[in-house]
């Protein structure tokens, strides 16, 4: 069974920055899958905030976060990481992780319902 953890979470200045990680377990070959991160704020859809492919050759970024945000991942160590820069009040949610099923997909996903396997999240707190 998949298990996704995240941490780096917590309460951050506006104009701060936070780098959140996501440790995968229980699958034999982490490098071969696409990773995404999300996230939901209170009373809001959760949506894609950055994904990267397999080979980590491919990355997608949210219009909202691009250019403060990069996604990144350490395919020895099983984890992918979110760095976030110049962080927004608006950039307050729980942000989750997410990996799906199918082994060598350059594409990548976007919506939530294409991903398996989620994270239990961490929250993200910007003050103004």
């Known amino acids: 069974q998949v298990q996704l953890v995240e941490s780096g979470g917590g309460l951050v200045q506006a104009g701060g920055s936070l780098r959140l990680s996501c440790a995968a377990s229980?699958?034999?070959?982490?490098?071969?899958?696409?990773m995404a991160w999300f996230r939901q704020a209170p009373g809001k859809e959760r949506e894609v905030v950055a994904g990267i492919s397999w080979t980590g050759g491919r990355t997608y970024y949210a219009d909202s976060v691009k250019g403060r945000f990069t996604i990144s991942r350490d395919d020895a160590k099983n984890t992918v990481y979110l760095q976030l820069s110049s962080l927004k009040p608006a950039d307050t949610a729980v942000y989750s992780c997410?990996?799906?099923?199918?082994?060598?997909?350059?594409?990548?996903?976007?919506?939530?319902?294409?991903?398996?396997?989620w994270g239990q999240g961490t929250q993200v707190t910007v003050s103004s």
């Open positions: 229980g699958r034999t070959s982490f490098s071969s899958y696409k």
């Open positions: 997410a990996t799906d099923s199918i082994l060598f997909m350059d594409a990548l996903r976007l919506r939530v319902d294409q991903y398996q396997y």
